[in-house]
């Protein structure tokens, strides 16, 4: 077998030691600032990151680095309190390796969730962004190197990387809690410094509607492997340029407390009508 199959059973087996063999349905990445979604799970089980074989160790300040598994309106989930990141120094094998352990749960569907900055001049700060598409322009993407055909073709399609139906769910749940609910493109920058004005004036001109340093290579992984995937963006600040401010990651970790109950809801809503 090879060497990447043997982490993604080994980490599967793990998990699956500490938490049972119940099926879990939703796996869900949580962005910066909105772990506590986690803290909503019934009869839930943590596991920190460093005790999961092969996994990185998140070192971002609010992110808990763990998992956590659980029942959310009658689903079985398992969240991610906090992901790996390209500018922590990880390969983006190692950023997408915890998608490619809930593929080896047997997880199809995923929620992948972010703090952002807003481009689109009408977004607001505290705005909750449906993904419909992304932008990548950084020459590193997760599936470089060898092909795995028990995961996925060589050569596939990201023409649907947000699954439509679930992007529907989405709008109707926002709908039926009064929420106006954004939707916009999504640029992938490496980061960790924030982006330029410059950059931030080019993105708009590319389509970008918000900014961010993740999401982008979860979503590749997992289309990789035909999960159906919705994607949430928190604009947690406005882009470079746009207000005469700094950028600080007080800004997005305050704003992201300041959504969380409205974040809650809307998840929580999409959760009871997800289609698994």
Same mark, same amino acid.
């Given at each position: +077998?090879?060497?990447?199959?043997?982490?993604? !059973?080994?980490?599967?087996?793990?998990?699956?030691?500490? #938490?049972?063999?119940? %099926?879990?349905?939703?796996? +869900?990445?949580?962005? $910066?600032?909105?772990?506590?979604?986690?803290?909503?799970?019934?009869?839930?089980?943590?596991? $920190?990151?460093?005790? #999961? %074989? &092969?996994?990185? /160790?998140?070192?971002?300040?609010?992110?808990?680095?763990?998992? /956590?598994?659980?029942?959310?309106?009658?689903?079985?989930?398992?969240?991610?309190?906090?992901?790996?990141?390209?500018?922590?120094?990880?390969?983006?094998?190692?950023?997408?390796?915890?998608?490619? /352990?809930? @593929?080896?749960?047997?997880?199809?569907?995923?929620?992948?969730?972010?703090?952002?900055?807003? /481009?689109?001049?009408?977004?607001?700060?505290?705005? *909750?962004?449906?993904?419909?598409?992304?932008?990548?322009?950084?020459?590193?993407? %997760?599936?470089?190197?060898?092909?795995?055909?028990?995961?996925?073709?060589?050569?596939?399609?990201?023409?649907?990387?947000?699954? %439509?139906? *679930?992007?529907?769910?989405?709008?109707?749940?926002?709908?039926?809690?009064?929420? &106006?609910? !954004?939707?916009?493109?999504? +640029?992938?920058?490496?980061?960790?410094?924030?982006?330029?004005?410059?950059?931030?004036?080019?993105?708009?001109? *590319?389509?970008?509607?918000?900014?961010?340093?993740?999401?982008?290579?979860?979503?590749?992984?997992?289309?990789?492997? @035909? +999960?159906?995937?919705?994607?949430?963006?928190?604009?947690?600040?406005?882009?470079?340029?746009?207000?005469?401010?700094? *950028?600080? &990651?007080?800004?997005?970790?305050?704003?992201?407390? !300041?959504?969380?109950?409205?974040?809650?809801?809307?998840?929580?809503? #999409?959760?009871?009508?997800?289609?698994?």
């Amino acid at each position: +077998m090879d060497r990447l199959l043997d982490k993604m !059973q080994e980490a599967a087996m793990y998990i699956t030691s500490r #938490i049972g063999s119940q %099926p879990l349905q939703i796996g +869900m990445v949580l962005g $910066s600032g909105l772990g506590d979604l986690a803290e909503e799970l019934s009869d839930s089980v943590a596991i $920190s990151y460093k005790d #999961i %074989p &092969h996994f990185p /160790v998140s070192t971002v300040f609010g992110h808990k680095g763990r998992l /956590v598994a659980g029942t959310l309106e009658g689903k079985r989930v398992l969240c991610m309190q906090g992901r790996f990141h390209y500018y922590e120094g990880y390969g983006m094998d190692q950023v997408v390796f915890p998608i490619q /352990v809930m @593929h080896a749960l047997g997880i199809g569907h995923l929620l992948v969730t972010n703090a952002a900055g807003g /481009v689109n001049i009408t977004f607001r700060t505290g705005d *909750l962004m449906l993904i419909t598409d992304h932008i990548r322009l950084i020459a590193d993407n %997760p599936m470089r190197g060898p092909n795995y055909e028990s995961l996925g073709e060589r050569f596939f399609d990201m023409s649907h990387a947000y699954d %439509p139906e *679930l992007s529907d769910i989405a709008r109707r749940a926002a709908t039926g809690l009064d929420m &106006h609910l !954004q939707e916009g493109v999504y +640029m992938f920058f490496a980061g960790p410094s924030f982006e330029t004005p410059a950059e931030i004036r080019a993105a708009r001109i *590319l389509g970008a509607d918000a900014v961010g340093m993740s999401t982008v290579p979860e979503a590749i992984a997992a289309s990789h492997m @035909h +999960m159906r995937v919705l994607g949430i963006s928190c604009i947690t600040n406005m882009a470079a340029g746009i207000l005469a401010q700094k *950028l600080t &990651h007080t800004e997005v970790m305050e704003t992201g407390e !300041q959504v969380k109950e409205s974040f809650t809801a809307l998840v929580r809503a #999409i959760t009871r009508e997800w289609p698994v």
